[in-house]
């Protein structure tokens, strides 16, 4: 069979185009730091279609309204912070209104990295569901499966996740049990706590939702123990190395020298509020981010780079155990907003910060705000919340059948 000169000359470049690939294929990195390099975020699988109504203009809008509400807020509601606020994965509105330190007079940005609190505790539930997925624990394990000393009986890791442990608060048993409050405490320092003094719980496991801090200093023990590595450096291998969030850590000494990159805490009447004995135990608390690094981990919660999404729904679906019209899955509180769409958030406020994180799955919209002087002023989100959630009459109708 002959072959036309023009499919000669075709089979010839597509000989070249193979040659080239293979040769590309087979070369050496050019050092050792690219074969280390996190892997691209997996792509989204959980896809938003953007309406023909949210055009160009109408984003616009809602970026004017976000910024008259924070600039109303803070010239006279005293909020100092960042913020980032996104619909459809967009980034719609960020700012940064005040100082990172008022002595010093550092002016805020949105890469300003800010302690965390208990928005910290969704990034804890996150290593606990990554070693699940390994097979290294299940949820209805007990604790004693990992920490043997511990003194309390059928509590169970899903327990500690959902707060229905019944333990009591650490922050509250360590004012009267540990010697030296100059010297800082650890997560394993308040396990020897509970097992050599045994403090009395606040209910039986499983029997009440309690709000405990001290479940998820657990947890961040038990990632320890099923993972062989130290909690800090798991978070930073496994959760914020992969995700580029590159100003994203735990707290350390360190963290109280870096002026400039970390907003430093203060009273309500912004004076300097300085890390006590209890900032090193980390899991219910302890870490560090920005509203941009907070917005990659927003994002990723859209793909399967850290879990897969059958295992970050049951996350998001809660323990069934409603308080409040809120539910709680594991590190997210649950509930909806006034048109009527379900949303997963957490708040915190821990020595000098205030954190709140918002998502709302189905039109892929966040709410980030730090802050650095907790005045009340985040009391207000609720009217941020209107701006991008307003009630309709059909989400206003729903409301009232559900409540006849």
């Not at 390099?37 to 279609?49: H, N, R, S």
């Not at 995700?243 to 009273?267: C, D, P």
Request: hydrophobic share 35%; net charge positive.
């Amino acid at each position: 069979m002959a072959f036309s000169r023009v499919q000669l000359l075709f089979f010839r470049c597509l000989s070249a185009l193979f040659i080239s690939l293979f040769a590309a294929s087979c070369q050496e990195p050019k050092n050792q730091d690219q074969l280390n390099e996190p892997q691209q975020l997996v792509e989204k699988e959980d896809k938003v279609k953007i309406p023909a109504s949210f055009t160009a203009e109408k984003a616009r809008q809602l970026s004017d309204r976000l910024d008259s509400a924070f600039t109303y807020l803070h010239k006279r509601k005293g909020f100092n912070g960042t913020m980032l606020v996104t619909k459809y994965d967009q980034v719609i509105y960020k700012g940064a209104f005040g100082y990172s330190d008022f002595k010093q007079k550092d002016t805020l940005s949105t890469e300003t990295a800010f302690q965390l609190a208990s928005v910290s505790k969704q990034f804890t539930a996150m290593a606990v569901m990554m070693l699940q997925e390994q097979g290294k624990l299940q949820y209805d394990d007990s604790v004693q499966q990992y920490i043997p000393d511990f003194p309390y009986k059928g509590i169970t890791i899903r327990q500690l996740l959902t707060h229905r442990s019944g333990l009591s608060n650490y922050t509250y048993f360590s004012d009267e049990l540990w010697p030296d409050r100059n010297v800082p405490i650890t997560n394993e320092d308040v396990l020897k706590l509970m097992a050599t003094h045994q403090p009395r719980p606040y209910y039986p496991p499983n029997t009440h939702f309690d709000y405990s801090n001290t479940g998820y200093a657990l947890l961040a023990s038990v990632v320890e123990k099923a993972s062989g590595v130290p909690f800090a450096v798991f978070m930073q291998k496994n959760i914020f190395k992969p995700l580029k969030m590159k100003n994203t850590f735990t707290f350390s000494e360190e963290v109280i020298t870096m002026t400039g990159k970390v907003a430093t805490g203060h009273t309500g009447g912004r004076r300097k509020r300085w890390p006590d004995y209890l900032d090193t135990v980390l899991g219910d608390k302890g870490m560090y981010s920005t509203v941009e690094d907070l917005y990659k981990w927003d994002q990723a919660l859209y793909t399967q780079k850290l879990v897969k999404k059958e295992t970050l729904a049951e996350a998001f679906a809660g323990s069934g155990q409603k308080k409040k019209d809120e539910d709680y899955g594991f590190g997210w509180r649950i509930t909806q907003v006034d048109n009527g769409d379900t949303i997963v958030y957490h708040a915190g406020l821990w020595h000098g910060y205030t954190s709140y994180l918002l998502r709302n799955p189905k039109d892929h919209s966040a709410i980030i705000v730090l802050s650095n002087v907790p005045n009340g002023s985040l009391s207000y989100l609720k009217d941020i919340r209107k701006i991008m959630y307003p009630a309709t009459e059909d989400s206003t109708s729903g409301k009232e059948l559900a409540g006849k």
